[in-house]
């Protein structure tokens, strides 16, 4: 009898480990989606002021559509003075410099 109220004793221990894990897994299941969406909004701030920048900088841009833009961009990208500009820029920022 006393074999019974142990092995009951330790399966009811069994049983609260289990539920503790399960809650401690939910919790970091909700830490995670929080941490994605925080990444999710500081995304599309980043990219919303990006789009704002070249909106102020070139109010034509604004009445291209979407497929015409795109292409003005990979056009512009496409420049070699262009691209030495935003390697320079990048070489600013891998290092930590502002200007």
């Known amino acids: 009898m006393e074999n019974k109220e142990k092995t009951l ?4 221990a069994a049983r609260l ?8 897994i939910q919790l970091l299941e909700n830490r995670k989606k929080h941490l994605e969406k925080k ?3 500081q995304r599309t701030h980043h990219l919303c002021n990006i ?4 909106q102020s900088i070139s ?3 604004d009445s291209l559509t979407r497929v015409e833009f795109y292409s003005l ?3 512009v990208f496409a420049l070699p003075a262009v691209q030495e500009l935003v390697s320079q ?3 600013r920022h891998e290092t ?3 200007s």
Do not use: F, N, T
């Not at 004793?9 to 009811?12: A, P, T």
């Not at 789009?51 to 070249?54: D, L, P, V």
């Open 51 to 54: 789009g704002g920048a070249i």
């Open 17 to 24: 480990k289990v539920e503790q894990y399960q809650h401690k």
């Open 96 to 98: 930590g410099g502002e």
């Open 9 to 12: 004793e330790q399966l009811e």
């Open 39 to 41: 990444a999710d909004r």
């Open 59 to 61: 109010k034509e841009a």
């Open 73 to 75: 961009m990979e056009q």
């Open 89 to 91: 820029a990048m070489q």
